[in-house]
């Protein structure tokens, strides 16, 4: 299933796509894509229905997030060889753990802001894990049953702020805006295998990204099983996997993002994101 969130900002409502592509209305009693509708029972409940009988959505409307209510927005950091290499960083020995802030959660096609003061925000396509089913130090062998679904991440950053300014990286990678998700939350069953997805990014028609999640150093299952021994992942929590080679830090000289580009980016089966970028107010 090809589930997601349509509206105004903040009025989003769930839905689901048919097979011609077209939005349906979910019944508004199943509640948002959040917390319990995302569990194993949750999605059967909606697996259940007969789609073709759904209210069809007219138009063309705002894609919001395609899940809500977020509690945690992990990331992982130097996930793809290649990547650490272009950073010039070496290989990890242990998952590269970081957070962004739920603030930065948006639509896969809002307006991307580049903050105040900054001169290098950059780019990174990732594959997003939806955990469905809560757990605490899960089993790498039970790791992907407790994925509800995946989706297209869009994990922009600010390197001065992630790299220059002193302490963690989090604050070049939390900024408002900095987190697009969707279009949809590609239910599990219907990706199959989440280490042979390509994923690719393209700034103003040049592709700049074109890899695999093959190449991940740390796969789906064992990221899930690994963080789970240090929080429980929750329904909704949303597990950013890395990003391949190719982001604008690696370039020679390295390119950054300016107000007026558009950025397209996407994974196989996953759907599309396009975002403008704009000046911060």
Known sequence: MKLLRYGPRGQEKPGILD???????LPADLGDLAGDLLSPEGLAK??????????????????????TRTGKFICIGLNYSDH???????LPTEPVVFGKWTSAIQ?????????????????EVELGVVIGTPGRHIAK???LSHVAGYCVVHDVSERAFQLERGGTWD?????DTFGPIGPWLVTADEVGDPQKLGLWLEVDGHRYQDGTTANMIFDVA???????????????DIISTGTPAGVGLGQKPSVYLRAGQT???GIDGLGEQTQTMVAAA
């Open 171 to 175: 604050k070049g990678k939390g900024c």
């Open 263 to 265: 950025v397209r980016l």
């Open 46 to 67: 909606i697996a259940a229905l007969d789609v073709s009988t759904l209210p069809r959505v007219d138009g063309a409307p705002r894609i919001g997030p395609c899940v």
């Open 84 to 90: 650490a290499a272009e950073s010039n960083m070496a």
């Open 19 to 25: 097979q011609d592509g077209a939005i349906r209305a």
């Open 107 to 123: 639509g896969p096609n809002d307006d991307v802001e580049i903050p105040r003061g900054s001169e290098k925000t950059d780019w």
């Open 222 to 236: 064992t990221i899930v099983s690994y963080l789970s021994d240090f929080c429980t992942l929750e329904a909704g």
């Open 141 to 143: 062998e039970d790791a």
